[in-house]
């Protein structure tokens, strides 16, 4: 009963967040999506993942540790959808990526600090970081046919997590009316995130609903054990291990439907797996957490 209670403490102000933004939509009041994406992608976010290193009080070794089981398990996860997406007879083009690479900043950022605390939060944002990377250069080349490094580079968030890192390898600290202002502004990054994950999934329209639950659920079982595996491989200590098994399995991200839409790939395949990837995250995540726990 008490372990059911505190996952359920975990996971409802993620999803009622969610709740807010799809409910927002519905009633017919307007959001822009765009400009919020942008404000939280290029400032909060990036404020939230800068802090939340500096901060961190774990050894620089914990967190490489963590980036190379983070590399694996995403390795293990493309093998492992490749040979689903083939031996189903599906398009890779449409497919493959969104398989791979999950909502890890709506909602595995939050549910890390929720269920971890701050230490969680920095493991969190590591995979995060590595997560954007892959799917910044592996990722759109396997929808649109090349990656972008280039763009890897200019990311804000990809800055902050080096600045980050570089400040907790070295033990600075920026003066505290900076962190605190800093801290402020990536406040805003979690809400704004889960608030717009439920507008997105309202507005999405979807088709062949009966495919994507089961990819869904093939999906979850891929992520889930690569990175159980990945996390035993290299011995994390437990929340960390938790951190990356929640991140590795999160759903369908709403940015791999834009991508579709992007470069010419199929999108409404994708709709459907954003939409029924997350309603399964509902029941799903919470079970992940109680195992992790």
């Given at each position: 009963m008490n372990l059911a209670l505190t996952v359920l403490n975990i996971t409802a102000p993620v999803f009622l967040l969610a709740a807010v933004g799809f409910v927002w939509v519905k009633l017919g009041f307007e959001y822009r999506v765009q400009f919020v994406t942008r404000m939280a992608m290029t400032l909060a976010v990036p404020c939230l993942i800068f802090v939340a290193l500096m901060n961190i009080e774990v050894e620089p070794q914990a967190l490489a540790a963590l980036s190379l089981a983070s590399f694996v398990a995403y390795g293990l996860v493309m093998v492992g959808c490749f040979i689903v997406v083939k031996l189903a007879r599906l398009d890779v083009q449409t497919y493959l990526a969104p398989l791979i690479f999950g909502n890890t900043g709506n909602l595995g950022l939050p549910l890390a600090l929720f269920a971890?605390?701050?230490?969680?939060?920095?493991?969190?944002?590591?995979?995060?970081?590595?997560?954007?990377?892959?799917?910044?250069?592996?990722?759109?080349w396997m929808v649109a046919g090349a990656g972008s490094l280039k763009r890897v580079i200019q990311e804000p968030l990809v800055g902050a997590t080096l600045l980050g890192a570089l400040f907790l390898w070295q033990g600075w600290k920026t003066p505290e009316f900076l962190t605190n202002a800093i801290e402020l502004i990536g406040q805003m990054a979690i809400p704004m995130m889960?608030?717009?994950l439920g507008v997105a999934v309202a507005r999405l329209e979807t088709k062949a609903m009966g495919q994507a639950v089961i990819l869904s659920v093939i999906k979850v079982v891929i992520c889930g054990g690569a990175g159980w595996l990945a996390a035993t491989w290299f011995g994390l200590d437990p929340v960390a291990a938790g951190v990356l098994i929640v991140q590795v399995a999160t759903p369908?991200?709403?940015?791999?439907?834009?991508?579709?839409?992007?470069?010419?790939?199929?999108?409404?395949?994708?709709a459907g797996l954003v939409v029924a990837s997350t309603l399964l995250s509902v029941l799903v995540l919470p079970l992940i957490l109680a195992f992790v726990i």
């Open positions: 971890f605390g701050e230490i969680g939060l920095g493991y969190a944002v590591v995979v995060f970081a590595i997560m954007a990377i892959l799917s910044f250069t592996i990722g759109i889960l608030i717009t369908v991200a709403v940015t791999s439907y834009l991508l579709a839409e992007k470069y010419g790939a199929d999108a409404q395949p994708v």
